[in-house]
């Protein structure tokens, strides 16, 4: 029988978690950082708070889960 470690495939859930918000952030991390010219850094921080208003999401999703399954369904849902 296999039996899995909850605590850790939440913990690999975040990691995953973690990492594709950073991809998504990263255009508009882009913006603000360089200040480039023409385009609207009020976009692209609209467009960072609307990424983290759905990782926080998966975040509770991931920490309320009672299988992997759901930590798994989280992950998707957020794709």
């Known amino acids: ?3 899995i470690n909850l605590d ?3 913990q690999i859930g975040h990691d995953k978690r973690r990492a594709a918000r950073a991809e998504e952030f990263a255009p508009h991390d882009e ?3 360089k200040q480039i010219p ?3 850094a ?3 921080e609209a467009a960072r ?3 983290r208003t759905k990782y926080e999401q998966v975040q509770t999703a991931i ?3 009672t299988t992997p399954d759901e930590i798994k369904a989280a992950l998707e849902a957020a794709e």
């Open 8 to 10: 850790k495939a939440k």
């Open 38 to 40: 023409g385009a609207d």
């Open 31 to 33: 913006v603000i950082m």
């Open 42 to 44: 009020t976009t692209a």
């Open 49 to 51: 708070a609307a990424i």
């Open 1 to 3: 029988m296999i039996t």
């Open 63 to 65: 920490d309320a889960a």
